[in-house]
């Protein structure tokens, strides 16, 4: 058990639809970032916040959008849902956000019919 | 941040050390070896890491060659639930990055036969 916890772990969910997925990072980290795990992209990097604040961007489409709690939670919203964007997505997180080791969430595995 | 390159697939059997390689030619001074694993769909689990001593902790050794280009992730005694698909990420760590993402190549699937 690395400490992060997602919710919900399994959604499925209609073409057109948005969805909210929810990350709590371990106690003491002020890191977390987003990965999509598809069948034919592997695991990519999404976005990554610290403290609140937007740190980095990888390939995130405008759909999706992101953000960082005062409490830390994170919170990844996915809108006009499509079908490839049935996958898995998952959350980590890091002390500082400069490098340290990421742990992993269990993920959410979203399906879009 | 370097890229990485690992063998698609490799056997081991129950009991004996795995052995999996992974080159990093093109790697910078201030970049670290990572690897992770993933057991089938489950979140990627962090194993050990290292710039250019040789490592080791409660689950796995990691052995990274003088020039830096190439290093090993050694499993002592591999289990059956050890079969998952392990990746060796390179990046930087500490102040000096812009980005700390972890790039995920499409790794070793490791197979663990009894």
């Known amino acids: 058990d690395s400490g992060v916890t997602q919710t919900p772990k399994h959604l499925i969910t209609a073409t057109g639809q948005r969805v909210t997925l929810r990350c709590s990072p371990r106690?003491?980290?002020?890191?977390v970032y987003w990965y999509q795990q598809s069948l034919d992209q592997g695991l990519q990097f999404l976005i990554q916040y610290y403290n609140g604040e937007e740190r980095a961007k990888g390939n995130i489409l405008e759909r999706f959008s992101a953000q960082q709690f005062p409490d830390l939670h994170s919170e990844l919203n996915l809108s006009s849902l499509e079908l490839g964007d049935s996958a898995l997505y998952f959350c980590?997180?890091?002390?500082?956000?400069?490098?340290?080791?990421?742990?992993f969430g269990p993920g959410t595995r979203l399906l879009v019919l | 941040d370097a890229k990485t390159t690992q063998p698609p697939s490799m056997d081991c059997a129950e009991g004996r050390a795995a052995n999996l390689p992974c080159n990093h030619s093109t790697i910078s001074g201030n970049e670290y070896v990572y690897w992770y694993r993933q057991i089938h769909s489950q979140g990627p689990q962090y194993i050990i890491h290292?710039?250019?001593n040789n490592e080791t902790n409660e689950m796995a050794s990691l052995i990274i060659t003088e020039d830096r280009k190439s290093s090993t992730l050694i499993l002592p005694h591999a289990t059956l639930r050890d079969t998952a698909v392990y990746y060796c990420i390179v990046r930087v760590a500490g102040e000096g990055g812009s980005n700390y993402k972890l790039t995920f190549g499409k790794g070793t699937l490791l197979t663990v036969n009894p």
């Open positions: 106690s003491g980290d002020l890191s």
């Open positions: 290292g710039l250019k």
């Open positions: 980590a997180s890091s002390r500082e956000g400069l490098g340290e080791t990421q742990y």
